[in-house]
């Protein structure tokens, strides 16, 4: 089964930190693009962060300079590192990851299940 386990959401109060991950199971041949996304109340999902399999990276603009993207291709996982975090960042997080299983369809686009990060004093 096609399978992404995120971890690391929780409280925090503004101006603090927090580090999520996102790690792929299965037999896997390659990962292209990984990502993290976000959905706010009332609002639609959109992109946080971006890595390409070269490591080049991409922001939004509203945490450009806060968080951090990363990749560890050996443990199929990336991480979103999390700083001065504000009230505004309040959203379920997700990750996305394009994966290949090695079965001749290229690339699947694996979602995880989401978690929640609360910003508030």
């Known amino acids: 089964q096609v399978q992404l386990v995120e971890s690391g959401g929780g409280l925090v109060q503004p101006g603090g930190s927090l580090r999520l991950s996102c790690a792929a199971s299965?037999?896997?041949?390659?990962?292209?693009?990984m990502s993290w996304y976000r959905q706010a109340p009332g609002k639609q999902r959109e992109l946080v962060a971006a890595?390409?399999?070269?490591?080049?990276?991409n922001y939004a603009a509203s945490v450009t300079g806060r968080f951090t993207i990363s990749r560890d291709n050996a443990k199929n996982t990336v991480y979103l590192q999390m700083d001065s975090l504000k009230r505004g960042d309040t959203a379920v997080y997700y990750c996305?990851?394009?994966?290949?299983?090695?079965?001749?369809?290229?690339?699947?686009?694996?979602w995880g299940q989401g978690t929640l990060v609360i910003v508030s004093s």
């Open positions: 299965g037999s896997i041949f390659s990962i292209n693009a």
């Open positions: 890595i390409t399999s070269g490591g080049f990276t």
């Open positions: 996305n990851e394009e994966v290949d299983y090695g079965l001749g369809v290229g690339y699947l686009e694996v």
